[in-house]
């Protein structure tokens, strides 16, 4: 993957309640880089038949048609900023349920990339379960990057998160991620950490009574596994293109939901990449809980990839318009 075709289509999401925090510079120096369209894209929401009620003298229809135009109004000044770089652009005012049309938007046109900010203010994870940013990292199909602060800040220390797989397994979405991740630290000239955490299967079980294993037996297992792990990750960074990038590795023992955070926090990083995926079979659904708590923790952006062939399970009916 070259860096000018990191992304060829980038869909930026302007939220009105993140106004402020629209990472509009961000997306057109990406975009740039990458020679890549920039999209725009706005959702008005149903208005709630209570405020109608309560609103008597100003009926929802007028109400959403103010909303409606204030929005426009918004996306044709980010449209002329990013008109004015030299980039491609279009707008669009979409109505209905923000997380369904950003996700239709990107189906209809083949968006590679969706950006959007943090809703709200304070820690990132505060303000993700519940919103649109959550339902988008369960089920867009293309990858997502969610932006901690909407003015530009240069992206000094990117951490790719991978879980290698023993050799002859599927590593491609690990491969995904740390592709993207040093494109990333190339196009920002920044160092990549790239991290592999791991643990032994129910050692607490077998460090039990109950099983009969001695604490040496355990502890043989422990390197063991550690071992094992180690050669999984030095044959999987083996085969990767990392020419051009600073990068540091860090086989972690432990939880990963607990060591990622620890880790972004102990070396600053601006960016972390890490996979969305679902070992249930449910589809929309995040890898365990794992990049979920993850994303409780951490105070920086986060872009999540997908696996090759996700699916979303978001309703495509109206995908012809």
């Known amino acids: ?24 510079e961000h997306a057109i120096e990406l975009a740039r880089h990458s020679h890549a369209r920039l999209d725009l894209l706005a959702v008005a929401e149903d208005i709630p038949l209570d405020l109608g009620v309560i609103l008597a003298t100003s009926p929802p229809t007028d109400l959403r048609q ?11 000044k980010m449209a002329r900023q990013a008109r004015e770089a030299g980039l491609k652009t279009t707008t669009r005012v979409a109505l209905g349920t923000p997380f369904l049309e950003i996700i239709r938007e990107v189906l209809r046109r083949r968006h590679d990339l969706v950006m959007i900010a943090a809703e709200g203010g304070g820690r990132l994870s505060q303000m993700l379960f519940g919103s649109t940013t959550m339902h988008l990292l369960r089920k867009c199909p293309c990858p997502l990057w969610v932006t901690h602060r909407g003015r530009r800040k240069p992206i000094r220390r990117i951490l790719a998160a991978v879980d290698p797989k023993p050799p002859g397994s599927d590593n491609s979405l690990n491969r995904r991620i740390l592709d993207m991740a040093a494109n990333v630290a190339r196009l920002e000239h920044g160092e990549l950490h790239i991290v592999h955490t791991w643990t032994l299967y129910a050692e607490a079980i077998l460090r039990g009574r109950s099983v009969g294993l001695s604490a040496e037996a355990v502890d043989q297992l422990m390197r063991d596994s550690r071992d094992s792990h180690k050669q999984w990750f030095e044959a999987f960074l083996s085969q990767s293109n990392l020419r051009d990038v600073t990068y540091h590795i860090h086989l972690l023992e432990g939880d990963a939901a607990v060591k ?5 926090r102990r070396k600053r990083a601006d960016l972390i990449v890490m996979g969305t995926v679902t070992k249930t079979g449910i589809a929309g659904f995040l890898i365990g809980s794992t990049a979920e708590h993850v994303l409780r923790e951490v105070n920086c952006s986060v872009l999540t990839v997908k696996p090759k062939g996700f699916v979303t399970p978001v309703t495509l009916e109206d995908t012809a318009r």
Request: glycine share 2%; hydrophobic share 50%; aromatic share 2%.
């Open 1 to 24: 993957m070259r860096i000018e075709h990191l992304f060829r289509r980038i869909l930026l999401v302007h939220e009105e309640k993140t106004a402020r925090e629209t990472p509009l």
């Open 66 to 76: 103010l909303v409606i135009d204030r929005l426009h109004g918004a996306l044709s």
């Open 260 to 264: 990622i955070p620890e880790l972004a």
